[in-house]
């Protein structure tokens, strides 16, 4: 079977440049060499190690797409950009029917299920791309299901930590509040507490100097009401290759639903980890 052709976009952030290098040591893919950037970028060219990416600007993309398109598709887009360009990004790859795995978080997000829906794309789109954490939240929501108001009366409060250039609260945060509203125990998004100041990350959370640039901790505590009990969920990603890695599992299962003629719909991660 011919490697999937894949357009990662996003570059130069690190996010996207750490999918291109696990993508350019994958047999599964063939990178193409160009990427949608951002209107503060004003190179026009970036290297990821020796392999040249030819940069798309804002401005220039309708353009620009179309010999990319004519050379390289079919091709998968991955979309590691910035919050505020979620919305303009999709309706850029619904117009243009290019089926994407959106990795990027915050957002319109009901926007942007919307418009990808409407346009009837194939698409994979979640709040956080590590399947390891995706399950931890699949067991969550099992959870919320099946023992709805378990900890009815428990205080809960919730702490992330990510990188300071990461624009938004975690997709992943918010996406677990909802599972615990329905266990009983709410918390409102603007109630999680948010930090990106690497000196706080360093000495009071304890995060490593090399991982300041690039980590996401979370924690959720649950403590009752008169204090005797305290329960406490925590993940803590160094580095960014667990989100690399699931987002190319998700282009791999997104190509072989193109590939078996399924009806384009917008899949999840947990429908990848599933293999539905």
């Not at 304890?206 to 204090?227: R, S």
């Amino acid at each position: 079977m011919a490697p999937t052709a894949v357009m990662i976009n996003g570059l130069p952030g690190n996010m996207a440049a750490c999918v291109v290098r696990h993508a350019l040591t994958d047999a599964r893919f063939r990178v193409v060499p160009f990427s949608l950037t951002g209107p503060e970028i004003s190179a026009t060219e970036t290297s990821i190690d020796e392999f040249k990416v030819a940069l798309i600007h804002p401005d220039r993309r309708q353009v620009e797409i179309q010999p990319v398109i004519a050379a390289f598709a079919p091709f998968i887009s991955v979309d590691f950009t910035h919050p505020a360009a979620v919305s303009a990004n999709a309706g850029f790859y619904c117009r243009c029917g290019l089926p994407f795995v959106m990795g990027t978080t915050g957002g319109d997000r009901e926007r942007l299920q919307a418009t990808v829906a409407e346009a009837g794309l194939a698409a994979v789109i979640a709040p956080n791309m590590g399947k390891q954490i995706v399950g931890f939240q699949a067991m969550m929501a099992w959870a919320a299901e099946t023992f709805p108001g378990l900890f009815s009366g428990y205080r809960l409060s919730v702490r992330e930590s990510h990188q300071q250039g990461k624009a938004d609260t975690s997709g992943t945060a918010r996406a677990m509040l909802g599972y615990f509203r329905e266990l009983g125990a709410p918390l409102a998004d603007e109630e999680i507490q948010m930090e990106r100041d690497p000196a706080v990350q360093r000495e009071q959370w304890g995060i490593p100097e090399a991982h300041l640039q690039g980590h996401g901790w979370h924690t959720y505590t649950l403590d009752a009401a008169d204090g005797t009990v305290r329960f406490e969920f925590s993940h803590n990603v160094n580095g960014r290759d667990i989100y690399a890695l699931g987002t190319l599992d998700a282009v791999d299962f997104l190509a072989a639903k193109i590939r078996q003629g399924r009806p384009a719909r917008i899949y999840s991660m947990i429908d990848v980890l599933k293999g539905f």
